[in-house]
């Protein structure tokens, strides 16, 4: 008898779907990619073939200027991939376009997570609990000193910040595919009507983001204005502009990252950031351990990140678990 789920092997650079022979966000050019989301370290460029949503897809255009072999799949939409085994893509919550996928082969249900969040994001659906036999999730911030407060007391932090110093400005550092947009959207829900403004990089992914539909309010880029202007402004930027040259023409800049790694004071000292915000689009240890809980797999396969005290919360669990050695994941989108 066949080892059980031995259609589907975690190698170094991707999980395998063997009958198939296509790969989930693999690390290396394949013929068949089945790709999570948007983020340099699930999507890259190259592939023969990359199934993916509209939203995936049109990320993965603008940052690699090519759309050759692309195949859209809406979410809840199942294709029928070589080999007998079907692939529905379903909701994960990190950022615009970002899926699940649950791939069926001979009665086994296997759930691949990609990166996600259980938290509300205005930018894209919530993560669905989905039942399966296998459940292969991220670990990014699996250690219990990752417990991310509610976003409304950040963005709130951030508020207070600008309306105590008229004179100077805000500047957020933030990865420009996700969290630079769920900060606007969240800072537009919290009622801040006035226009943000925008380092040059971050300007055709929040472009993007508008033209699926999701509201960004007044934005304006920061090179077409006046120092002056900028006082008591929000200003973002990408994380590595944050202490570049660029900066200098802002007045006064108050430096903030909105990062889950901002829990880490020595993370935010190193950085040189007077605000840190803990914002996070990834699940933080409580998400991440009652996601087990309420999918309830059979088994569950950890990877992309922090496994081996996840490994272990299993195992007090009674759960079966493994940890995976999946190779090039970095940290773009924390
Ligand atoms: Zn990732
Ligand atoms: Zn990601």
Redesign the pocket.
Known sequence: MPAAFGWIRAEPHGIHVVPADCWIDPSQPVDRALVT?G?G??ARGGHGQTVATPETLAIMELRYATRDGATPVEYRETIRLPGGVDATYIPAGHVLGSAQILLEHAGERVVVT??YKRRPDPTCPPFEVTPCDVFIT?A?FGLPVFCHPPVGQEIAKLLRAVGDHPQRCVLVGAYALGKAQRLIAELRAAGHREPIYLHGAMERMCRLYEEFGVDLGELRLVSDHSKDQLRGAIVLCPPGALNDRWSRRLPDPITAIASGWMRVRQRARQQNVELPLIVSD?ADWGELTRTIAEVNPAETWIT?GREEALLRWCQLHQRRARALALVG?????D
């Open positions: 989301h983020h370290d699930h990609g990166d991220e990014t990834h992309h994941y970095e940290d773009e989108d």
